[in-house]
Every structure is written in C-alpha cells, then in structure tokens.
C-alpha cells in the first residue's frame, strides 16, 4: 500500500468510527474530500495525518495547507 492508500484507509476508519459514536452521516462526505488530495500533499506519516484531517473535519482543529486541494 502507498501512502496515500494509508492516509485513505485511516480516514475511512476513523470517520466510520465518528459516524458511530456521534450518529452522523459523514463518512461518505469526508473520504470523498480525502481523496482529492494529491498523493504529493499528504505528509510522511499518514496515520498522524488522517488524525489530523478528521480533527479539521469535526471542527476542532484549523486546515493545514497540505489538505488545500490545487
């Protein structure tokens, strides 16, 4: 797997895990904007990444220039 795949499977995850816990619909939503990204963007560790990107996606945290699609 590359990294973007890792990056892909860890937000897939973790926004199922999110829809599960707080009863929402979003996963749908959130892995479709993930894969926008290019592979070139995404930083070295990919799990710390999707971790962060599900963070800008619940709104507690602010987007980092990496998750801006070109």
């Known amino acids: 797997m590359d990294q973007k795949d890792v990056f892909l499977m860890f937000v897939f995850l973790g926004a199922i895990a999110r829809d599960v816990s707080e009863r929402t619909s979003d996963s749908q939503r959130i892995a479709a ?15 710390n990444a999707a971790l962060v ?14 998750m801006f699609v070109k």
């Open 33 to 47: 904007h993930a894969q926008r990204i290019p592979p070139q963007r995404i930083p070295r560790n990919a799990r």
């Open 53 to 66: 990107y599900l963070a800008v996606m619940s709104g507690r945290s602010r987007p980092h220039r990496w």
